[in-house]
């Protein structure tokens, strides 16, 4: 039973589906569905859904349980077959309540939950809302030195590369209103970790009304438990993004006839 009834749809709100992409996290799983149930029943106008993004080590299987026995109608989960990344992960959430406003966010719960009631409000006068943690050394303030610094350089090469004006494009914090999340995903291609990227193209290439709000990570939360590998993935993403600037060039993200997510 929701406790707090808040009467947002009084303020011309839309309710929220947050996807939370998750991968090899059995180990803490429990805790972060046990932290968004909680927050779930304190605050209406907000659906949740754990996507599990092929994880070997039974994650999809834990949450589907946990999600049966006690998710109420507020927690979802969907597992996904094969691992093909975060990119792919968000859409398939998305695709699976499309007529709602849409979110993202880390599934190891990396920000406070309390943003979302700000990025909702956004979505009032914005097509799309972003999390920025600013300089490397400040809203990630967990993360190892070398993926800070590996993180400042590559949001600086996608401001040269593309001029994508964003200080920060990695934040895994971002809203948009339905009818964003479905032009942009329809023409979506890529499923790594530059995804963010390629979404925040797809919304510039649109004509898409952008805001970036501040935003950093939980003192508790420790990026030495994620499953990225800084340096693997870091050359995947710069491949990711150079057939971003392949599509843009040949044409992909402005088409009529756009891609299915």
């Known amino acids: 039973m929701v406790i707090n009834l808040d009467p947002f749809w009084e303020q011309g709100m839309q309710e929220l589906h947050v996807v939370l992409p998750i991968y090899n996290e059995k180990a803490r799983v429990e805790e972060c569905f046990f932290t968004v149930l909680a927050w779930a029943h304190d605050h209406c106008g907000f659906e949740f859904s754990f996507?599990?993004?092929?994880?070997?080590?039974?994650t999809g299987e834990r949450l589907l349980a946990l999600a049966k026995a006690y998710g109420e109608g507020l927690i979802r989960v969907i597992v996904l077959e094969e691992h093909r990344g975060k990119g792919y992960a968000i859409r398939k959430g998305f695709a699976s309540r499309p007529e709602l406003d849409f979110c993202f966010t880390d599934g190891d719960?990396?920000?406070?939950?309390?943003?979302?009631?700000?990025?909702?409000?956004?979505?009032?006068?914005?097509?799309?809302?972003?999390?920025?943690?600013g300089s490397p050394f400040q809203g990630a303030r967990n993360a190892p030195w070398i993926r800070q610094i590996l993180g400042w350089g590559f949001n600086s090469l996608v401001r040269v590369t593309l001029g994508l004006p964003y200080r920060d494009t990695q934040a895994g914090l971002k809203a948009m209103r339905k009818e964003v999340a479905r032009a942009v995903f329809a023409r979506?291609?890529?499923?790594?970790?530059?995804?963010?990227?390629?979404?925040?193209?797809?919304?510039?290439?649109?004509?898409?009304?952008?805001?970036?709000?501040?935003?950093?990570?939980?003192?508790t939360h420790s990026y030495n438990?994620?499953?990225?590998?800084?340096?693997?993935?870091?050359?995947?993403?710069?491949?990711?993004?150079?057939?971003?600037a392949w599509n843009h060039r040949n044409g992909c993200y402005r088409t009529k006839h756009p891609c299915q997510y």
């Open 188 to 219: 979506s291609r890529v499923d790594g970790f530059a995804a963010d990227v390629e979404l925040l193209w797809i919304a510039q290439c649109l004509g898409f009304r952008v805001r970036e709000l501040p935003v950093t990570t939980l003192p």
């Open 51 to 58: 996507v599990d993004d092929g994880s070997c080590d039974g």
């Open 225 to 244: 438990s994620t499953r990225v590998r800084v340096f693997r993935d870091s050359l995947r993403m710069l491949g990711e993004l150079a057939s971003i």
């Open 109 to 133: 719960l990396a920000y406070p939950l309390d943003l979302l009631l700000r990025f909702r409000e956004e979505l009032l006068r914005y097509d799309l809302v972003i999390g920025s943690r």
